[in-house]
């Protein structure tokens, strides 16, 4: 049977999405990308913030007209809003026809063959459930980087987040069924391995005891053919020496941390539920680049949470002036129904939680800017990404840019590259690169 899969939300959510697709074709599935061929849809959804809740509910009522009047026999929904919102989605949608939530995608063959004989089908289990490996997944991301899922759900609980409810408590994956994953992944071409959880650093404390993140690490560092490891979505308050220490040893793991810090005012920062203050943060991010100099720091910021007042907003914009982070992103504050922060007083209006969003976002675009300039000159390495169309030109990454959240760079050459080529190069402009040479293959060994 012809499958289209559409995967929305995060790269949590994308490994899910490939265990599945990776189950489906054995099972001799047929992937396709046309919806007017598809026999099967299935949507892998999420509802982190109120943009991808509307994505997803305009998807799977898009996705409903093919089940009308198209070729589609199996319109399958799950993830985070399956998971969130299974009977609205039901009675609203009849043409969907099976609706699994976060831990139940094991189910998915099932479900689909229910569906094909005309009944509807629903599977829940516990979210605090670990879901078995379905074997090698079907890599969607290119096949030259692709995401390593450490964990599952999250202990945090902070007050404007639906994910606990959702994703349930913290659960690491066994190492062994981690380092067996990202073999495959190696042996498949994989060069670049991006380690994802809701939390990465916590990894190992409910089946080790303690934090195991530097363990995993270094075992992940002997796989032949990876040259790449990143680590995305690390606590600042959960850095630990060992893990710092790890990053400084090992060639392969790329000097680049994302630790989301949402916010920098104490008052604020209490309110949300989180677990540092400014000073602590201003310290770990002082011993961060004081233990690895040339380290490349990623954050993420809300605006206009409840209760943030004009100082609030003006504290917060210091200290991004203060601590220049080189990557940035910020949000404006998304009021999730069952989160303890949908109820507080003093809502922002919309309007300014944008402004104050566009300013952060001015003020990082000229250290972003400054940062830049200072790098001309240097000699980085660059993973290819493609080519630029009808131009002597190639798009890649250096180890600060992690895949579809940094920025891509531009290197000058009438040289022959490949997607996923490893070449040294010169800085010359903010975003423009000169070829030096390109590395062996055993450069990633």
């Keep these: 049977m012809k499958l289209l899969f559409v995967s929305l939300g995060c790269d949590k959510n994308l490994v899910d999405s490939e265990e599945m697709l990776g189950l489906l074709t054995r099972k001799g599935f047929e992937i396709v990308d046309d919806e007017t061929l598809a026999e099967v849809i299935i949507i892998n959804t999420c509802c982190f913030i109120n943009d991808a809740k509307e994505e997803s509910v305009n998807t799977i009522l898009e996705m409903a007209e093919y089940k009308k009047a198209g070729s589609c026999k199996a319109l399958i929904v799950t993830g985070c809003m399956a998971q969130r919102y299974k009977n609205e989605i039901t009675e609203e949608v009849p043409e969907v026809d099976a609706v699994l939530g976060t831990t139940s995608y094991e189910d998915i063959y099932r479900a689909i063959q229910e569906a094909v004989d ?38 945090k609980h902070c007050t404007y987040c639906i994910i606990p409810k959702l994703r349930g408590k913290f659960r690491s994956v066994p190492m062994e069924r981690l380092l067996t994953q990202a073999r495959e992944m190696a042996e498949e071409g994989v060069k670049e391995l991006i380690l994802v959880a809701q939390e990465t650093t916590v990894y190992g404390t409910d089946i080790y005891g303690k934090k195991s993140l530097h363990v995993l690490l270094k075992e992940l560092c002997k796989i032949s053919g990876i040259r790449w490891i990143r680590v995305l979505y690390c606590y ?210």
């Design 118 to 155: 005309g009944k509807k089908f629903q599977e829940f289990k516990s979210i605090d459930y670990l879901p078995e490996s379905l074997g090698r997944r079907v890599l969607t991301t290119g096949g030259h980087f692709g995401y390593l899922k450490i964990a599952e759900g999250c202990d």
């Design 236 to 445: 600042p308050e959960e850095i630990y020496d060992e893990l710092i220490q790890t990053m400084k040893e090992e060639k392969k793991i790329c000097h680049y941390l994302d630790l989301p810090i949402q916010h920098a005012s104490d008052r604020i920062l209490k309110r949300m539920g989180r677990r540092t203050t400014r000073a602590e943060l201003v310290d770990i991010v002082n011993k961060l680049r004081g233990e690895i100099p040339d380290i490349v720091l990623r954050t993420t910021l809300i605006t206009g949470f409840p209760g943030e007042t004009e100082e609030d907003h003006e504290e917060l914009m210091e200290f991004v002036d203060e601590m220049e982070f080189d990557r940035l992103g910020v949000f404006t504050y998304s009021p999730e129904e069952d989160t303890p922060a949908a109820g507080m007083p003093d809502q922002i209006p919309e309007e300014i939680k944008e402004e104050r969003r566009d300013e952060i976002m001015e003020l990082q675009q000229e250290i972003s800017y400054d940062k830049g300039t200072d790098r001309i000159g240097q000699e980085l390495l660059v993973m290819i990404e493609g080519k630029v169309a009808d131009e002597s030109a190639y798009i890649g990454r250096t180890y600060g840019d992690a895949p579809k959240v940094d920025g891509y760079i531009f290197v000058q050459t009438g040289e022959l590259l490949m997607t996923g080529d490893f070449a040294k190069v010169r800085v010359t402009g903010a975003l423009e690169y000169d070829l030096i040479g390109v590395l062996a293959d055993e450069y990633t060994e």
